[in-house]
């Protein structure tokens, strides 16, 4: 048993507030919080415990970034000078780029080379506070290079760390098939194997008019249904598919981009409770003008996350502390909100439940920081005010 006491907590419990804690202790045993309050109000069985002394020091759950694509080959860095020159997203992916072009790369790469790459990626991550991760495919679009991602990223738990794995096969339509609805076919033909394997978490789909229609993507959700799978979507992104209500009559997780959400998408995953996953860096990286419908969010009350979106096109930033402030400054979240979103919000993103809030029963996945209040974590950008990071109870190097 180990107390950590001290510092300032925002535990985040309950549905608002930062929930924060003066000179307060967390108790841990087993990879679990046991007790978290404050210093004066330690129950007896931390009498035994090993001492950790915070020193004052800031303390928040671990974050969770819930929206990665990780596993990959090859960069964009050129598509982000095409885009300055007037290239659209759209524009770039017609002409053989986008994620036809990561697409190629990962094809060519060998397993150990992706591991080395994402290795890195994800220590990255873990440097600004990472406890939890999710990781998807969907830059393979063959049965046997989906299968590599996957490997690869079940692989990264190694570095110390939760990874959650999703198929998303339904990316893109790979070179080799003319008739999207052939390729729907055989990407929902290859997920069973994946899964009876144990690579897949969750399923995903890209519903957009340069990707697959919900018609489609309602094909892969069934498969998947059948096997038992959540599914997440990335949706309205850059129009309106009506791809939340789809993802919602599925109980989707998650719906991810969100531009071009609707009235009615919205009341959908409120009604489905499905988070809205916010993600900063595609938006500012694209120089997006459409923003999500925040305020209609939090009137229904559908549950925002945010996340990096790591990927070598849209959004090659592997900064979640620069997410928390673009979250504020791009689309006007809180801090709280925005702090929420990288921990409670982004678990529930991956449905978990037991990690994202300082709170007994919890998984001890938290961050120590050098700062007084959590907001300066939001307010600051551009430097990592980390100490150190605890995963299930394990201390390690920030």
């Known amino acids: 048993m180990k107390l950590w006491r001290g510092g300032v907590l925002a535990t985040l419990a309950g549905d608002s507030g930062w929930?924060?804690?003066?000179?307060?202790?967390?108790?841990?045993?087993?990879?679990?919080?046991?007790?978290?309050?404050?210093?004066?109000?330690?129950?007896?069985?931390?009498?035994?415990?090993?001492?950790?002394?915070l020193g004052g020091a800031l303390v928040t759950p671990g974050l969770v970034d819930c929206h990665t694509h990780l596993v990959y080959g090859g960069n964009r860095a050129h598509e982000f000078e095409q885009r300055l020159h007037g290239a659209s997203y759209a524009d770039i992916a017609?002409?053989?780029?986008?994620?036809?072009?990561?697409?190629?790369?990962?094809?060519?790469?060998?397993?150990?080379?992706?591991?080395?790459?994402?290795?890195?990626?994800?220590?990255?991550?873990?440097?600004?506070?990472v406890t939890t991760l999710e990781v998807k495919s969907g830059y393979g679009l063959d049965a046997a290079t989906e299968a590599r991602m996957l490997r690869v990223a079940r692989k990264l738990a190694g570095l110390g760390l939760t990874v959650r794995t999703t198929y998303l096969a339904a990316h893109a339509l790979p070179p080799e098939f003319a008739d999207a609805d052939d390729y729907i076919a055989a990407a929902c033909l290859w997920l069973p194997d994946l899964y009876e394997a144990g690579?897949?978490?969750?399923?995903?789909?890209?519903?957009?008019?340069?990707?697959?229609?919900?018609?489609?993507v309602g094909r892969v959700f069934d498969a998947a249904r059948r096997l038992g799978l959540p599914v997440k979507l990335h949706a309205e992104q850059l129009s309106d598919q009506g791809g939340a209500q789809l993802a919602a009559s599925h109980r989707a997780l998650s719906c991810d981009h969100l531009e071009f959400l609707s009235p009615a998408g919205v009341q959908a995953m409120a009604g489905a409770g499905t988070v809205a996953v916010l993600l900063p860096g595609a938006f500012y990286a694209l120089r997006e003008t459409q923003l999500p419908p925040i305020a209609a969010l939090r009137e229904a009350g559908v549950p925002i996350a945010i996340a990096t979106d790591h990927n070598p096109g849209s959004s090659p930033t592997l900064s979640p502390l620069l997410m928390l402030n673009m979250a504020c400054v791009l689309f006007r979240l809180t801090p709280e909100e925005a702090l929420r979103g990288l921990t409670v919000n982004g678990a529930r993103a991956l449905g978990l439940q037991d990690r994202g809030q300082l709170v007994a029963g919890q998984r001890a996945d938290f961050c120590i920081w050098d700062g007084a209040h959590p907001r300066e974590l939001a307010a600051c950008f551009g430097h990592n005010p980390l100490i150190e990071r605890v995963c299930h109870g394990n201390q390690g190097e920030a």
Request: contains cysteine; negative net charge; glycine residues 12%.
């Open 19 to 53: 929930g924060l804690i003066d000179d307060g202790a967390l108790l841990v045993d087993g990879g679990l919080i046991r007790w978290a309050g404050a210093v004066a109000a330690l129950p007896p069985e931390a009498a035994g415990a090993e001492v950790v002394e």
């Open 94 to 129: 017609k002409a053989g780029g986008g994620i036809r072009s990561t697409v190629a790369a990962t094809r060519a790469a060998g397993e150990a080379e992706l591991l080395a790459a994402a290795t890195k990626r994800a220590q990255a991550l873990i440097r600004e506070g």
């Open 199 to 216: 690579l897949v978490d969750a399923v995903d789909a890209f519903c957009e008019h340069i990707a697959f229609s919900p018609a489609q």
